[in-house]
């Protein structure tokens, strides 16, 4: 899915990405209330604005995004 995600992302530049493998690093699951894999996530000035997980269709996932990226450009 990672792929697909970053596909995503590169329509739109202002968003950084990050991943973290809660394998790897416990604590952020616990920290994310991220107990099923994957879950996506998107912090629109420091609050949570959208949460995915488990089966998430990448073209809804990415009219998600947009809807929330030309919402928060306005908001400048």
């Known amino acids: ?38 879950v996506l996530l998107l912090y629109v000035n420091g609050k949570e604005a959208l949460r995915e997980s488990r089966f998430v269709p990448i073209m809804q996932f990415h009219e998600k995004i947009q809807a929330i990226y030309q919402a928060s450009a306005g908001e400048s």
């Open 1 to 38: 899915m990672l792929p697909q995600v970053e596909e995503v992302l590169t329509q739109f530049p202002e968003i950084e990405a990050a991943a973290v493998n809660a394998e790897k690093v416990p604590a952020a699951a616990g920290q994310l209330l991220a107990f099923t894999a994957p």
